[in-house]
DNA sequence: CGACTAATTGACTGTGTTCAATGAGTGTGG
DNA sequence: CCACACTCATTGAACACAGTCAATTAGTCG
């Protein structure tokens, strides 16, 4: 049983999932997703601020999104707090905490969420015999650290508005996979949080979302975003438009 | 081939490899090893400066550091360069590459360097005999991300002196567990490079290397550095003395 | 030795932080 | 239903840290 959340165990089935595409499943032929079903037996309710897992606490299982989004944070013992990441939908974690064995970061709910429970030695073991799901997790976890090299550009090189922007177009990218709309969304972490993982303080993120919604590349709304440019948004982080 | 890097090829071998214990064919059986030394067939020469991949283009083998240094860096279409990490013996290079199946980033030989060529489908396949070698690499990876995640912390929320003190104490262990002397080493990067990964221009990372020698922390004599107290430096970013 | 590249240091500038006040939104209880 | 408390967000003013520009020194290689 993770953390503090509610356990609210119910049978997982990765055949009917709508998002089996996104998830582990991809690449895998119903017979497997089948077997893979075997293992992932079951579905955790988390609701919105409560924990999934904590700092150092003992590793056993991934946890794969059903649906709502999480923050993942570490506490320094001097205070200093970090936001690392932010999962939604489809996204696996806990992959940082498979060679420490320990999980590194808190994972906390920013929504009421669901996650499937994926015991990782188990996972291990049957993926001796379906190497498209070895391949899959393979390649989750190299786009984990894609995505972590990603944030090191933005903070070693973005300024304030630059970061807010790749960060907003990161969300995008990621939402319209999920079949939402990429340039109208709610966000679902504070400027607080926000700031924390882009390295900002939250009156700079504020600051920077009234820029950008000055040059008319944004309307900001509380949480409620709108992106109206996104190609001129591209090129303001350095990105080719197309 | 790879990118245009002195080629000198060469029968690796992990069974007399001085750094099996840090590299791939940690927790195999000799016979395992054996088994793996016949899917690592060659090692290369890459000198200073030269490049051992290209971003863009295409994934087909990990590297492990035979031995040497090498940097990864990103290019934006804006000129904007930033160095994404540090590699040294025993390290494997390219993970980020599974997934894209495209090289994310330039990978430069700070010193003259040797590696062996990991061709990843072939350790895909043969994982699936060997349960330990996919362990191991799943620990490899995971650890890349804990790795950047830890680089996240620090160009997120610490200061210049900070995060050069992280940076050296970083190095510190990572030299320690290949024998080396933790508190007295050369730097392989310039002030440049490492002002590009920790986020800071040269100017300030030499600023910054000047104020922790007045502090009495450590000694620097342009790439000699010597570390005088690791606790102080610990505690200096946010970590507990032990 | 001369031509480089790399590193250090100083003076000034600018971006983001800090501190503080205000406003907007949400939930609770009288 | 509204008052109150609370959290979250916005905005302003002053300040600090790192960036920029520039000059000098140290080290390296042909």
Redesign the interface.
Known sequence: MPGNSTVLQQKSDCMTCSFRELCLPVGLTDEEIEYLGNLINYKFKVRRGEYLSHAGSDFKSLYAVKNGSFKTC?L???G?Q?V?GFYMTGELLG??????EKH??DTVALVDSEVCEVPFKKL??I??NI?SL??Q??????????Q??G???L???MRAEERLAAFLLNLSTRLARRGYSPTDFILRATREDIG????LKLETVSRSFSKLQEEGLITVNIKHITLHDVDKLNLRI???AD
């Not at 997790?137 to 894609?146: D, P, T």
């Not at 924390?196 to 390295?199: C, D, H, P, V």
């Open positions: 570490v320094k013992v001097d200093r970090q690392t992959l940082d905490a498979i060679s420490p590194t970061c291990e073991e993926g001796q190497p070895m391949s997790l393979h390649k989750i976890m190299s786009r984990e650290i894609v972590d090299r944030v090191m550009m903070l070693g090189s924390s993982y882009l390295g350095g990105n080719s």
